[in-house]
């Protein structure tokens, strides 16, 4: 018998945060009849395997810190046990699931239909979706969404390689490492390496240039490298690994072989080895051919414009499939963009050219210290506007936490850094470092959205005593 077909206006691939922020605007808001099919999780890898569980561990290891400088306070407390990292995995994991179901009832409550299964295109407009029992549906859309996110890495061309886990995997441990080996540059390998170290794990992060995060501000690069390695994150510059192994003699542990220009050639035992090498986009299996969707680069992306719009006039592309900018909050504004113009400008015609703006999108690194960055690294502004074309601001202060300790004994000093661009001192790029980097950017991104000023900054009273207040003071 041939598969039962289901027509909708809007078919959304994908059930992460930006699929599903599409798919409520254009039915709850426009009245679309749309579908959503995901074969995994509602909510995606934010949810899941990525930013919100990566929080709820930032918010452990924050509180290990402070339990650390407790007695500078004069509270004198012993633990009476380690860290229970099962039963807090247990919590966290159920904070996860809670929202997998807040996530499905928010679509009933905007009737968008659910389909749990993996889908692939048999055509332009014709998508067969796999469902949990084998069976097979297939779905006729007017329109395509495709927001089905992106997956880990592996290095297969290192032996052993399968014995380590990726970033989804370290989600699934029920035990916290003893010794880790994180390897990887990027945001993902710095904040799992902060957490680990923070929490009690001997951490070892394998680089493979001389810092990391280069994608940032080189400020950024700096200063949080010379954070970790004051700290005891054991880091290795411009590394390589060759080969991973069992140990024989140790049930569970492994020796990872490398090589480092600070450390040399080595093997490193260690009970967990974590891949953070980076993403690529989730269509291995999705039939792009078939729907003449075109694909932009090794790592699997789809070409889209501005609109979000593929090489197919009926079907879009958003989120880390796309890889513009991948961060959660992005690709539900690019959602809700999107369908706006699909199905809101019949309503509203100013929607008719409704996207979402890509340029000074705020970004947070969870690291220990947290990173917050917007706009233009310093580099990027003098390739625009020339050396003579900017001035730069810049302090570096200890924050009021750290007034009653030794010097010995104080954590990571603040370090803020503004661009500014033209005779108007345009504020241009703002990078901090330090603690409550991510609340303070939130603020401060709204006004260099708006095009904010030296001048603009400089006429904000500060709130004393706060770290804040130096982006407002700084000379």
């Not at 046990?81 to 995995?89: E, H, I, L």
Request: aromatic share 8%; hydrophobic share 40%.
């Amino acid at each position: 018998m041939a598969p039962v077909a289901k027509e909708c206006d809007y078919l959304v691939i994908g059930g992460g945060s930006g699929g599903i922020a599409s798919a409520r605007r254009a039915a709850g808001w426009y009245g679309a009849k749309t579908i959503v099919v995901e074969s995994k999780r509602l909510g995606g890898t934010c949810v899941n395997v990525g930013c919100v569980p990566k929080k709820v561990t930032w918010n452990a290891a924050s509180i290990a810190d402070t339990m650390k400088d407790a007695h500078h306070y004069g509270f004198n407390f012993q633990e009476t046990a380690p860290f229970d990292f099962t039963s807090f995995k247990k919590k966290r994991d159920a904070y996860v699931h809670r929202l997998n179901g807040i996530y499905e009832r928010n679509l009933a409550n905007d009737k968008v239909e659910y389909i749990h299964g993996r889908a692939h295109f048999v055509n332009p407009h014709e998508v067969e979706v796999v469902l949990d029992d084998g069976s097979k549906t297939t779905v006729l859309a007017k329109k395509i969404l495709i927001a089905t996110g992106g997956h880990p890495n592996l290095p297969t061309d290192i032996p052993g390689y399968e014995h380590g886990i990726s970033s989804d995997g370290f989600f699934d441990l029920d035990k916290q490492p003893k010794r880790i080996a994180v390897i990887g540059a990027g945001y993902i390998a710095v904040e799992m390496a902060g957490m680990l170290h923070a929490l009690g794990t001997d951490t070892h992060l394998f680089i493979r240039q001389d810092t990391f995060l280069r994608p940032f501000d080189p400020m950024i690069q700096e200063e949080v490298v010379r954070e970790y390695e004051r700290q005891g994150v054991k880091l290795y510059k411009r590394s390589k690994q060759s080969k991973v192994e069992p140990v024989a003699d140790k049930p569970g542990w492994l020796k990872l072989h490398y090589s480092s220009s600070n450390y040399g050639e080595g093997i490193l035992e260690v009970d967990t080895v974590l891949w953070a090498i980076g993403r690529s986009a989730e269509v291995e299996d999705l039939g792009l051919d078939k729907a003449g969707v075109k694909q932009q680069s090794e790592k699997g992306l789809i070409e889209v414009d501005s609109y979000q719009n593929t090489s197919v006039p009926h079907i879009y592309a958003l989120g880390d499939v796309c890889g513009l900018v991948e961060l959660t909050p992005v690709a539900i504004a690019a959602g809700r963009k999107l369908s706006d113009r699909l199905f809101g400008s019949q309503f509203h015609a100013e929607l008719k050219d409704s996207k979402l703006d890509y340029t000074n999108v705020p970004s947070v690194v969870f690291a220990h210290p947290e990173v917050g960055s917007i706009g233009m690294t310093e580099p990027a502004a003098i390739e625009k506007f020339g050396k003579e074309g900017i001035k730069i601001y810049q302090s570096k202060f200890n924050p009021m936490l750290y007034a009653v300790m030794d010097d010995e004994h104080k954590g990571a000093p603040c370090v803020y850094k503004l661009i500014c661009a033209g005779p108007e001192e345009k504020v241009v790029g703002m990078h901090i470092i330090g603690m409550g980097a991510s609340e303070i950017l939130q603020g401060f991104g709204v006004a260099i959205k708006m095009g904010a000023t030296k001048k603009d900054f400089d006429s904000c009273v500060a709130i004393h005593p706060t770290s804040a207040e130096e982006l407002v003071t700084m000379k």
